[in-house]
């Protein structure tokens, strides 16, 4: 990245003071890259697992990445062909030609997308987690709510439950809940045209 002010180009340093929870705007928890935590998309999650010691990850069955990655194995490794194991991963997207997904992703892209394609109670509820927060999650608990919608999608029933899902970071204190269902607010109307 080329930095104007000093006129030379600089190498990501992986928002190290962020990630570290030494940022000034950090209170001492680790935060996401501002690259992550700017995605306007909401579609990605930056997160810290805890490693045995030959380097694979340990099992932590409440990390919501633990669980993407290696419960219900949405979330998978680029190339894994190529053996270079980068700690990317990528829930790969269902509109692509699935014989070029199967390249890049390897053979469990099938039960990747048929799993949330059809999500589970569990997989729906970790799904609301991303982006709603710039703090990094360490374990997250899911709240029971009432089930609000049934249906049947190409021949298979799903179920829908209000869920709450519960974020908490490094010191174990909660960071945010959130629910299934997104809340609707209303702009109330001494708002209108003010855009
Ligand atoms: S914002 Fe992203 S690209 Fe820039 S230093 Fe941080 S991690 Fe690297």
């Known amino acids: 990245m080329y930095r104007g002010n000093t006129r030379v180009s ?10 570290e929870g030494t940022d000034p705007e950090s209170d001492g928890q680790p935060m996401e890259t501002r690259c992550m935590a700017a995605c306007v998309g909401q579609l990605r999650m930056q997160g810290l697992v805890k490693l045995n010691p030959d380097g694979s990850w340990a099992e932590d069955r409440q990390h919501p990445l633990y669980y993407l990655v290696h419960v219900a194995k949405v979330a998978l490794p680029l190339y ?29 892209v099938d039960q990747a997308i048929d799993r ?12 609301q987690l991303f982006r709603r927060s710039n703090r990094i999650i360490f374990r997250y608990e899911i709240e029971k709510g009432p089930k609000v919608y049934e249906a049947t999608l190409r021949g298979r029933k799903i179920t829908i439950y209000n869920d709450t899902v519960i974020a908490y970071g490094q010191d174990g204190k909660e960071i945010f809940r959130t629910t299934v269902e997104e809340p609707i607010y209303v702009r109330p109307d001494k708002h209108a045209n003010s855009i």
Do not use: S
């Open 10 to 19: 600089e190498k990501c340093v992986g928002c190290y003071p962020r990630v």
């Open 80 to 108: 894994p062909q190529f053996g270079t194991e980068p700690n990317g991963y990528y829930i790969p997207p269902r509109w692509v030609p699935r014989p070029y997904l199967h390249q890049m992703f390897g053979p469990g």
């Open 116 to 127: 949330y394609t059809y999500p589970d109670r569990e997989l729906l509820a970790v799904l």
